[in-house]
């Protein structure tokens, strides 16, 4: 059973800095690419960031620049490092694992970020 559990979600101010970070059970090499999405009330879930195998990395436009995702195979987690964040960024954020072999997708729980002052 692949479990997605995120963690390091919160309240920040504009311009602050979050770190998210999502921890995948099982072998990480058995997903084909991780991502993080976000949904915010009213929106459709839309691709933050995501990272192949080969460690390709990918970021929508809203976001280049100042997100940065990585992954840690030996730990099995795949993070997102935010930075200059702005209003427009709070949102539930998810963690995606895709099966190398079955192209299924696994989410994680989601965690909430919103940025205020």
């Known amino acids: 059973q692949v479990q997605l559990v995120e963690s390091g979600g919160g309240l920040v101010q504009p311009g602050g800095s979050l770190r998210l970070s999502c921890e995948v059970s099982?072998?990480?090499?058995?997903?084909?690419?991780l991502g993080w999405y976000r949904q915010s009330p009213g929106k459709e879930r839309e691709l933050v960031a995501s990272i192949t195998r080969g460690g390709s990395t990918n970021y929508a436009d809203s976001v280049k620049g100042r997100f940065t995702i990585s992954r840690d195979n030996d730990k099995g987690t795949v993070t997102l490092q935010m930075s200059s964040l702005k209003y427009e960024d709070t949102a539930v954020y998810y963690c995606n694992a895709r099966s190398l072999y079955t192209t299924q997708d696994y989410w994680g729980q989601g965690t909430q970020v919103t940025v205020s002052s």
């Open positions: 099982g072998s990480i090499f058995g997903f084909s690419v």
